[in-house]
C-alpha cells in the first residue's frame, strides 16, 4: 500500500480509503453479515489500508458499530477513523442537521458505536441550509479544542457554499475543513467545475466517493443488456442512470486499456483517479474480499497522461451536473 498526506495536513493516509456503508442490513444490496463485514475490515488492514470512512446514518448507526467492533483490537495510532453528520436518526426535533446541539449530540454516540475515544476525521455530510454556517463551524471547533475530534471534513456541496465555509473558518479562527469527499469518478466529473478548483487553491485534500459509479466501471454492464438481478444496477435508478452514450465511450477506454495491462476494468478505473494530482485517496466500497485485492492492485497500475487523456475524451465536465455527467 502506498500513503499520503490528506491535503495540507500531515496526517498519513492510505491511497485508497475502506469505505464502510456496505457494512450494514439497511439495502438488500449490502452485506447483511456482521462477521463478513469484520473480517473484510481485518482484510483491508492487513493489506495496509488505514484510512476507513463511514456516517452515523449508514444503516442508522449499524456500520458504526461494525467498524467499532473491527478495529477494536488494531493499533488506534495508525488508524484514520472518519465519520459523518447530518443525516436523520430519529423522527422528531434536531433529529438530523447541522445545529450545535445535533452535532454534539451525535459526536457522543458516535464515539459510543466507534468505541474510541476521538474521531481522527468528523466530516459534514450535506450542507444545512437551515444552520448558519457559523453555528456548524463553531461547534465542530469546538469539538476539535475538546480533543474529540482531530480533524474535521465536508462532502458535495456547491463551490460557493464550501468557499464561504473556508473563508468563515478563516474571518472567525475556527478549524478549518481539512479535505472534501465529492462524487468523483471518469464517468462523473462534474466535481472537475465545482469543488475540485476550490480545493487544489486552497489546499483541501480530496477523498471522492462513488470512484466506481456504483459498479459501473467494474464492466459487468453491457451496452445493450440488462442489468443481471442482484446487482446495483438492478436495484437502484441513480447507477442505471449512467447507462449513456458518452459513458459507454469511457468504459470502453477503460477496457482497452485493462486488456493491454493485464489489469481489470476497476483497477484503470482507481488508477485515472490516482492519476489526478487533487485526489487523496478514492473511497472503495468492495463487498468481498476478492474486490478488496483487486481494488488495492490498483495501487500498482500506472497511468500516463496520455492514457488518463483517452479516458477523458469522451466527457466534458459541467456544473451542474446534467443526469450522470
Given amino acids: 500500500m502506498a500513503y499520503t498526506t490528506l491535503g495540507d495536513t500531515g496526517l498519513d493516509v492510505s491511497r485508497l480509503c475502506l469505505g464502510c456503508m456496505n457494512f450494514g442490513s439497511e439495502r438488500s444490496w449490502m452485506m447483511n453479515d456482521r462477521d463478513a463485514s469484520v473480517d473484510l475490515i481485518h482484510e483491508a488492514l492487513d493489506l ?7 456516517a452515523n446514518v449508514y444503516s442508522t448507526g449499524e456500520s458504526e458499530e461494525i467498524v467499532g467492533d473491527a478495529v477494536a483490537s488494531a493499533n488506534r495510532d495508525e488508524l484514520v477513523l472518519a465519520t459523518k453528520v447530518f443525516g436523520e436518526m430519529r423522527d422528531g426535533p434536531n433529529g438530523s442537521g447541522l445545529s ?8 457522543e454516540a458516535s464515539l459510543d458505536r466507534l ?3 476521538y474521531i481522527d476525521l468528523y466530516q459534514i455530510h450535506r450542507w444545512d441550509d437551515d444552520t448558519p454556517i457559523e453555528e456548524t463551524l463553531a461547534a465542530l471547533d469546538h469539538l476539535v479544542e475538546t ?3 482531530r ?29 472534501m469527499q465529492p462524487e468523483y469518478s471518469a464517468v462523473a466529473r462534474h466535481e472537475e467545475a465545482n469543488l475540485l478548483e476550490v480545493c487544489e487553491a486552497e489546499g483541501v485534500g480530496v477523498i471522492p466517493w462513488s470512484p466506481l459509479a456504483g459498479g459501473f466501471l467494474t464492466g459487468k454492464y453491457e ?33 482497452a486499456l485493462a486488456e493491454a495491462k493485464g489489469a481489470t476494468p476497476a ?26 485485492r483487486e481494488n488495492v492492485g490498483a495501487v500498482s497500475v500506472d497511468l500516463s497522461d496520455e492514457e488518463a487523456a483517452r479516458i477523458e475524451a469522451p466527457k466534458t465536465p459541467r456544473w451542474p451536473a446534467a443526469g450522470k455527467d
Avoid at 450545535?100 to 459526536?107: A, E, G, M, N, S
Fill in 267 to 292: 483497477q484503470v478505473a482507481l488508477a485515472w483517479l490516482l492519476h489526478r494530482e487533487v485526489v487523496d485517496a478514492p473511497i472503495i466500497g468492495p463487498r468481498s474480499s476478492e474486490h478488496l
Fill in 115 to 117: 468505541g474510541t475515544d
Fill in 223 to 255: 451496452r445493450d443488456g440488462d442489468p443481471t438481478d442482484g446487482t446495483r444496477g438492478a436495484a437502484s435508478e441513480s447507477v442505471r442512470g449512467y447507462f449513456i452514450e458518452e459513458n459507454w465511450d469511457v468504459l470502453d477506454e477503460i477496457r
Fill in 147 to 149: 480533543g474529540r475530534v
Fill in 48 to 54: 495496509g489500508i488505514n484510512f476507513l470512512d463511514t
Fill in 100 to 107: 450545535r446541539k445535533h452535532i454534539l449530540d451525535q459526536v
Fill in 151 to 179: 480533524y474535521i471534513g465536508a462532502s458535495t456541496m456547491t463551490a460557493y457554499q464550501f468557499t464561504k465555509a473556508l473563508y468563515t473558518s478563516d474571518i472567525e479562527d475556527y478549524s478549518r475543513f481539512a479535505c
